[in-house]
């Protein structure tokens, strides 16, 4: 391995670990990514010259905390800082009251505190946490560079201001903070997910990062199953990247993909991890969405795939989310389950709350169920609806495409 | 951290007078925690809005409203300056507190100090 690649390998796995020690020995959070960085640069030099070490990790901790001492010395406000950083060159860390000692855990809950806005945590996780630069994380949320510039850097000052602790909760908060964690971990991998078309590799290399970071959060929280879960299903998922759009962009449904192309490794492995996950007897929504998905990676064909298994898991998914979105999911497994009557029931069901009028999957679901009928002149209908109110492009000319296959029969 | 607590109440809702209020059981409890624990350091309850005066000053001249500067939902019926470690200590408090449970809210802004 040259010294270039030892230290790319190194910024994927060690970045925010040497940021977030960095933040608990200084307490501020630009002079740890500026001595992080500093560290990275050394490196190249200094592994190109003496070989790499033998933990890089720990070799780029101390030099950026060797950094971080001089930049605060000679600051007469860091005197304070400074005593703080000397004593921590010691190795061992303060404990938690959750009994957890990993400063990256530490990190996760702090940049997804609740009371940052959830547009300031997720941009925070990127940044300090998977090392994205800001012209990244801005191109990745489709937002000029300055405005996610002025994201972070309010966001960092409501953390200073504010005093959000930096430390994983204590145990009677951790529960509901956890699932506040992993629903940034999932935002996150929706959208670099939702990026299918492949033009822009930015987006499509968040899914990579997202679940490099839910490997370390698994890791870190070994008693969470829904951490497990998380991962299984990011995994699941990624799986079919490669297959939902065709070579013209087009998005290609699950029942049409091509299973062959399907990253078959990385489904074995999600389902493994689902398997240890639901072992543990404390089911939760993470967990049984990668239980549909390996429904899904588990059948060797479309028509193979056990509905009424994912019709019934759907049902599960409903007691622990009780959203509008999941039971339109539901109604699309039972009518593939149990009939299309039966699916178009539950659609009917949702209409008439109206909770749902704006969204497009609800007539698209419709006019799906209406196709699969027979019933194509309903489905038009149905289609055309979906069509006034889609967004995507990608999604628009999908349903245009079926549209025009159920006005020609 | 010292942080205020801004208690805000919905418009139209009961005022309870500060007796009313040391006799309520829901608020018993929260005052008897807080004096324990030592944690207000200062505040005030304050009579309802409709008694507000809005003073502004445009050049010489001071104008004054009748009540609240600005027409809202909630009012804000009282403050507690507190001292606790960290937000999540602040946020503990707040939600505990009988206007967060009653109907209205509680806004937590660190002190600048």
Known sequence: ?409 | MKYALLICTPVGGAELSPAEIADDPRFTSYIEEVRSRDLVKGGARLRPASDATTVRVQGDEVLLTDGPFIESKEYIAGIDIVEVADLDEAISLASRHPAALGGGSVEVRPVWE
């Open chain 1, 1 to 409: 391995m040259t010294a270039e690649e030892a230290v790319a390998a190194a910024f994927q796995e060690e970045w925010g670990q040497v940021v977030a020690t960095l933040i608990r020995v200084t307490g501020d959070w630009d002079l740890a990514e500026e001595c992080a960085q500093d560290a990275f640069a050394q490196a190249l030099d200094r592994w190109r010259r003496d070989g790499v070490p033998r933990r890089p990790g720990a070799w780029l901790t101390t030099t950026a905390r060797h950094r971080a001492m001089d930049v605060l010395r000679r600051e007469a406000v860091g005197a304070r800082k400074l005593r703080e950083a000397a004593m921590l060159t010691a190795p061992e860390e303060p404990y938690d009251d959750s009994g957890v000692q990993d400063d990256r855990l530490r990190l996760i809950f702090t940049c997804c505190h609740p009371a940052l806005h959830i547009e300031a945590r997720v941009a925070l996780t990127l940044r300090t946490l998977a090392g994205l630069t800001t012209p990244e994380i801005a191109r990745a949320f489709l937002v000029p560079e300055a405005t996610m510039a002025q994201r972070l850097v309010r966001a960092k000052k409501k953390i200073r201001n504010a005093g959000i602790p930096y430390r994983v909760p204590p145990a009677h908060l951790l529960p509901e903070r956890t699932t506040g964690v992993l629903g940034v971990i999932y935002l996150l991998f929706n959208e670099g997910y939702a990026a299918a078309s492949g033009a822009d590799l930015v987006r499509r290399n968040l899914c990579a990062e997202v679940i490099r970071l839910a490997r370390v959060l698994a890791r870190l929280m070994p008693d969470e199953p829904e951490a497990l879960g998380l991962l299984a299903l990011l995994l699941l998922h990624d799986a079919r990247r490669e297959t939902r759009v065709d070579a013209d962009g087009e998005l290609v449904t699950l029942e049409d993909q091509d299973r062959t192309a399907w990253d078959h490794a990385e489904a074995d492995e999600g389902a493994a991890l689902l398997e240890t996950a639901l072992r543990r007897g404390r089911p939760g929504p993470y967990q049984i969405q990668a239980a549909i998905a390996a429904c899904h990676t588990t059948a060797a064909t479309a028509k193979d795939t056990d509905w009424a298994d994912i019709a019934a898991l759907y049902g599960e998914l409903v007691r622990f989310v009780p959203s509008a979105v999941v039971r339109l999911n539901r109604a699309v497994a039972v009518g593939m389950a149990e009939g299309t009557d039966a699916g178009l029931a539950l659609v009917a069901e949702l209409e008439r709350e109206g909770e749902l009028s704006g969204y497009h999957l609800l007539p698209a679901t419709r006019a799906d169920l209406l196709r699969r009928s027979g019933r194509t002149t309903e489905a038009a209908q149905a289609y055309e609806r979906a069509l006034e109110l889609v967004e995507n492009d990608a999604e628009r000319h999908f349903l245009e495409k079926r549209l025009g296959e159920c006005r020609s029969t």
